[in-house]
């Protein structure tokens, strides 16, 4: 059973471009998270989805950031129009279901450097 | 809201020396608890967990007890190795009856070094 599977492991982006990310969960798993972390800094949650929902967005910012599960295909957080400050590692997590005492699996992460 | 705070590394031990890394957490109602461990070049890993208080989480000599007096989560280790170099994250879910759906909110990590 392959683990979660995140690409590209490494980006770069020129400021204004955008930025695909892609995570594939793990077999069996509905549930996605998505965590970003800062130089320096822990991870930060940005969404959780479910396919073809979105549940919380709470940690996304309001603007040039999305994120998508199809019902068939691998989750997707895109970043519009990047800039200097989105250079971060981007995790993914998956779980078979949500809930406060699920193990959540993560993957390698996307590292997305903006120059 | 919900916060985790790590001691502040890295930390650097020699092989076979005893491993603390503090966690203290700031949280509404009882979270669960979790540590996840980090290798160079890898995702991260759940490494133990504990739901209530008084639970003791432990995988690979590896051991952490939930206080919630004390509101802490420290991990201990009473002889490390030098595959134990990593970095170290605690982390907390909102606990039953939470609306996080298990949403994590992590600590800022802790780098260990074990030399031989």
């Known amino acids: 059973n392959a683990g979660v599977m995140q690409n590209p492991r490494h980006l770069v982006r020129r400021r204004g471009q955008e930025a695909r990310l892609r995570c594939s969960p793990m077999?069996?798993?509905?549930?996605v998270y998505w965590y970003r972390q800062l130089p320096e800094e822990g991870l930060k949650f940005m969404v959780y989805?479910?396919?073809?929902?979105?549940?919380?967005e709470s940690g996304m910012p309001k603007e040039r950031f999305s994120a998508e599960f199809p019902k068939e295909g691998p989750s997707i957080l895109r970043i519009q129009q990047v800039v200097r400050g989105d250079s971060a590692a981007y995790f993914c997590a998956s779980s078979p279901r949500g809930g406060w005492d699920t193990e959540a699996f993560f993957g390698q992460g996307t590292r997305l450097t903006v120059v | 809201g919900n916060s985790v705070t790590q001691m502040e590394g890295p930390v650097t031990l020699s092989e076979e020396a005893f491993l603390t890394i503090n966690c203290t957490y700031t949280a509404t109602g009882y979270p669960s608890l979790f540590w996840y461990v980090q290798y160079p070049g890898e995702g991260l890993q759940l490494l133990l967990k504990a739901t209530k208080a008084d639970d003791k989480g432990s995988n690979k000599g590896f051991e952490a007890t939930y206080r919630k007096e004390t509101t802490s989560f420290h991990l201990e280790k009473g002889s490390v190795q030098v595959s134990d170099s990593a970095v170290y994250f605690c982390?907390?879910?909102?606990?039953?009856?939470?609306?996080?759906?298990?949403?994590?909110?992590f600590g800022q990590g802790t780098i260990l070094t074990v030399h031989p």
């Open positions: 982390a907390l879910s909102d606990g039953a009856g939470g609306t996080s759906y298990g949403k994590l909110t």
């Open positions: 989805l479910q396919k073809e929902n979105i549940i919380d």
């Open positions: 077999k069996g798993h509905s549930h």
